[in-house]
DNA sequence: CTGAAAGCGCTTACAG
DNA sequence: CTGAAAGCGCTTACAG
């Protein structure tokens, strides 16, 4: 396509006086102005934004690493989470690079994107891409804490640990005694914090933490979380006799309830479910409706937007930003 | 950050050789490499996308244009269709451009994006920007169909006109007369689609077509689409004598519904609606469940990411290609 | 296998 | 108000 150069050319100016009719970052001529704009229309020029990022070092683009589970839906929490983060962008005037392509190991793939800022989700225990990030001098903002925590990284997170207390001790309130606790994968931080929020509950009524069994999501064996539910339920229900269980996703709740509909144990009667991540809908469309944490993703996500837009103006910006949470009670749960 | 520069300079070599090990495009010696490697790494260096993009003409992002709504949440028909368009990209190793950014009617505020090509959603009447795409020689999929029509341009869209035929001879069928339809903002080509569609089904039937009363959402009196469906209905129920709705999506029909409810109307006795627009969950949750056609928004969204991925290989690629939709039965219509 | 140099399409002090 | 030239950080023929 036309560049700036056929357009000074052909408008007989400079490369300099067509920038600058464009960016209006110093004043032009009239005349000089409407012949560069009509040459550039004949032309059908339009100026490009890679080679004008490569010159002022900003893209007005906000990177958002979100890598996508294998079945390819973007689930609820994704999605809210998405919705939170585009209305602060947009509001600033930033577009949104949606990153969904999985990690690379090879540190030789590994680019500085056309971005002003980053925030991304999930990170892992020592995840090597914040040190790169820094290396880069590209501001960062995860959405889930550090691990290990450093209070030089800017986040967004829900307590995790303190939410991971409270349904353990909703449970243990209950009189349940042994728990089955389908967690996230072991490497993200959120699934430590829960493990010590449950364990904590545990310590509290004084009973001893090995009565609850922990499982991890783990994508090699489990296709999507709904199977991992699934799976685990029918694996784990003759071997150990919990009487509730706490699962990572809504999703992973319905592979559960599936479980317990086949092994003829009906919710809450024969077994008390907890969700730790709330699709408000699916949770009160399940029979029985699930009792569920509301995380409030949107909230993370406009919060984890609005901390890199500060950080991009401001780069010594660090801000760390705990978004509240609520165990909501409905159906699934019962006093033994 | 580091340069290709600095590390060229402190390892020795020129910036071809080390340009040359991180993209492996010719062959380097192993003591070399390494050598650059480590360098890079002591230097903290990685390569710019942006300079790279510059040079190579090719981004590995794809463009999707989708401004968002004043109320700022993605529709479910949005959140489908970037399901589609996100498998599709991870595919194949693209990433995503999300601009939900308004459009500015300043050409001057027109660059070209650093995108290999674009995907466009509800393309206007003559809308300018397609030539722009043309211009710039950037591939563009459109969803929705251009208009006027144009064998040239490629685009997924459900045939939107045999859809409101449906509807509407499905209406005409139960008996009704006199419909009040609550179409999209006139200047989505979508619109007169299924105006025609309409008024095909009244002359099919022998109903004259002025028995239809056609509105149309215009954002500068609707803040909502559900405002847009209340604020119709409580101003028309008394002017006109229509015993159905046909709404824009799922969402006005919600407006719709509210609305009767303080006209002290019951659906569908008193009034039947049918939304062309279908949030599964939300159509099945409305009380009555509404009657409404399903888009496949999934499958535009891949269908237009196969098409552009396809255009991004062969330019000269033109595919228009017609997705499914489906009206579905459920309890918001009666017979007269 | 490696280097020197031109080029990708912009912006921006500097000079007038 | 405008121009000439260097620079942004890469890639890629061309030459050896």
Known sequence: MATIDDVAKLAGVSKGTVSSVFSKKRPISQPVTDRVLSVAKELGYFPNHIARSLAIKKTMIVGLKMPISKAGNLSQFEIQMLNGVIKECTKHGYRILL???????????????????????????????????????????????????????SYVDNDNEQLAYEVGNYLLTQGHRSILFLNASSDMTVSVDRVNGLKRAFDVQGTPFHNAKVMNFDRKHHATPTEYGYISMMQSHQKIPFTAVVADTDRVALGILRATRELGMEVPRDLSIVALSNDVRLAEEMTPKLTSVELSAEMLGAEAGRILIQKMIDPQTVEQCIVDAQLIYRESCRTL
Chains 1, 2 share one sequence.
Request: aromatic share 4%.
């Open 99 to 153: 990153d969904t392509l999985p990690e690379h190991d090879d540190l030789t793939q590994f680019s500085s994107d056309p971005v002003d800022g980053v925030i991304m989700l999930n990170p892992r225990k020592h995840d090597q891409r914040i040190e790169r990030y820094e290396q880069m001098r590209i501001p960062l903002v995860l959405v889930g804490r550090p691990d290990p925590l450093d209070s030089s990284i």
